[in-house]
């Protein structure tokens, strides 16, 4: 998977807690944060699986993107999540591929 800028989210569970996060290198990232080597929240509250993810061709449209999601209501990211991942799969095997 090439670099590009994405927004993310991770759970810790179906239903569970929820991190939204942008970064430059999906892959890198995503793996980090699996190996706790990101501290902070996704640490401290066992959020490791991919549920959702997208692509931007531009940081600032992905920045802008994740400052948006992390206003949503709850309501609206699990819509978001259900939408696209229905079983909340965990995606990481489909990035690092």
């Not at 939204?20 to 944060?33: A, C, M, N, P, Q």
């Not at 490791?48 to 999601?69: G, P, W």
Request: positive net charge.
């Amino acid at each position: 998977m090439a670099k590009h800028p994405a927004v993310y989210i991770l759970a810790s569970q179906r239903n569970g807690t929820l991190y939204i996060g942008v970064t430059s290198d999906l892959v890198k990232r995503i793996w980090e944060h699996k190996e706790n080597l990101a501290e902070g929240f996704t640490k401290e509250y066992g959020c490791h699986t991919l549920v959702y993810f997208e692509q931007h061709a531009e940081m600032s449209a992905a920045i802008l993107r994740e400052k948006q999601m992390k206003k949503w209501n709850r309501a609206w990211k699990l819509a978001l999540i259900e939408k696209e991942n229905p079983t909340w799969r965990d995606l990481w095997p489909e990035i690092c591929a």
